[in-house]
């Protein structure tokens, strides 16, 4: 359980939602939790600007406690003091549950240890016995890397030609 922010502190957050762009667009309950209690939640169904809002606090080192998805991990750039992994399973595309790639748990326990300011990261991997020993036996290798769009001569000139930057 996470204790009550003192008032002041529940000012200055409610000041820092207030003036952010996005802060006009958080829902009720997870202003009342960062407000609060400097928890927050972040997963594919808020909107981008309540994701945005979560992403902007949590790199400041506003926040005490994020309950996120892997997507947090492995798209946003900051890192926590401890990461806590729940599982190693994740929904597939075809509405099963599939295992985590190697890559995708080192990402998520790379956030462990915040730069400049943590001498040491810690990760505490919760998980069921199930998912520990389906864990357990995956064997790291190199995942192959596949290429999803083509990049061609026309694509960079395009590009360019929208930024007005000169062609040598």
């Known amino acids: ?29 997870l202003r009342q939790l960062i407000v609060k209690h400097g928890c ?15 992403e902007h606090l949590a790199k400041r080192g506003e926040l005490r406690f994020i309950a996120a998805t892997m997507s947090l991990a492995s798209g946003v750039n900051f890192s926590v003091r401890s990461c806590l992994i729940h599982g190693y399973r994740r929904p597939g595309r075809g509405g099963g549950m599939q295992s985590l790639a190697p890559s995708e ?4 326990w790379g956030r462990a240890g915040r730069r400049r300011l943590d001498v040491e990261g810690y990760v505490i991997p919760c998980t069921n ?19 999803k769009n083509f990049v061609s001569a026309v694509n960079i000139l395009s590009i360019l030609s929208r930024h007005n930057a000169e062609v040598l």
């Open 1 to 29: 359980i996470v204790s009550s922010f003192p008032i002041i502190q529940r000012r200055e957050m409610e000041s820092l939602i207030k003036n952010h762009e996005d802060g006009k667009s958080l829902n009720l309950r």
């Open 40 to 54: 927050a939640y972040h997963h594919s169904g808020l909107m981008p600007s309540e994701k945005r809002l979560v």
């Open 105 to 108: 748990v080192l990402q998520m």
């Open 129 to 147: 016995i199930e998912d520990s020993d389906l864990f357990s036996s995956v064997e790291a290798y190199p995942e192959p890397i596949e290429r």
